[in-house]
């Protein structure tokens, strides 16, 4: 498998000193890192969407207080759908979308790709239907949806992978592509395996957001600790999920975790 990296979506929070990627109150910098793996025999699969062609045509979809706090840039050229020609391929061959979870940064490319089957884990899509909270009335935004995807949902039973419980390879496909259960950012937020032999990656999402928090005994910069807690569903599930994470880093350092917004990760 090949493995594309790709920003489907810078944004400029304030404060950018607070979250480790600017100086005092100027607004920072972070990306939405999604992969798009190019499969034997299932095409192109892309994992975590973005922001897709809709958000950057009508901006005043998002709710102004997102667009006031993270400062999205939404430029129609970083789409996963607008990427796509320079790498040669076209939107019809990305025949499976996964997502970590279904927050309007991660799900935003999806209507880009109305025929591809979609996969996540079964949690994610019951809270992201009920919608039961006012913090998730505000998180998750229905027209991103409204398409009707295929959707392709899976619950908690797996196997091990790497000391990871209950990883999932998704249904229908030959690559060996999984979900990992990383609950806490949100109820059904899971990780993305992509075994390719020789060189594995996990893409964690919204699990963590900046590096360090893999290190022993570091932490976040204070400002993406304090946004983590606030929009935390369930704080024991996701610090159970970092330290899930901090473990995996330590013991199979051939594994690359990564992030769904730091900057860093997406350069290395
Ligand atoms: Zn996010």
Redesign the pocket.
């Known amino acids: 498998m090949r493995v594309h990296h790709l920003n489907c979506g810078t944004m400029c929070p304030l404060a950018g000193g607070a979250i480790g990627s600017g100086t005092g109150l100027r607004r920072g910098l972070m990306v ?1 890192h999604c992969l798009l793996v190019e499969t034997p025999r299932d095409g192109l699969v892309l994992i975590d969407t973005g922001w897709g062609t809709r958000e950057c045509r009508e901006p005043s979809i998002l709710p102004g207080y997102f667009r006031r706090l993270t400062g999205p840039t939404l430029d129609v050229r970083e789409t996963a759908h607008a990427q796509l020609a320079g790498l040669g391929f076209t939107p019809a061959d990305v025949r499976h979308v996964v997502v ?2 279904l ?4 799900a935003g490319g999806l209507s880009d790709f109305p025929h591809a089957t979609v996969h996540l884990h079964q949690r994610e899509l019951d809270a992201a239907t009920a919608r039961a909270t006012r913090a998730e009335r505000s998180r998750y935004l229905t027209h991103q949806w409204a398409h009707g995807p295929r959707w392709s949902a899976v619950a908690e039973r797996g196997d091990a992978w790497r000391g990871l419980p209950a990883v999932r390879k998704l249904p229908g496909l030959d690559a060996d592509i999984g979900l990992v259960p990383l609950h806490g ?1 949100t109820r059904g937020h899971s990780g993305v395996v992509v075994d390719a032999s020789d060189r594995p990656l996990l893409h964690a ?2 699990a963590y ?1 900046h590096h360090t928090e893999l290190e022993p005994g570091r932490r976040a910069p204070f400002g993406l600790r304090a946004f983590q807690t606030l929009i935390q569903m369930d704080g024991l599930a996701r610090h159970a999920s970092q330290d899930a994470l901090r473990r995996l880093h330590a013991d199979h350092p051939d594994v690359t975790i990564l992030s ?2 730091d900057p860093a990760e997406l350069r290395a």
């Not at 927050?103 to 991660?106: A, R």
Request: proline residues 0%; negative net charge; aromatic residues 8%.
């Open positions: 939405c970590t979870h927050d309007l940064d991660h950012h999402g919204d957001f769904a917004h």
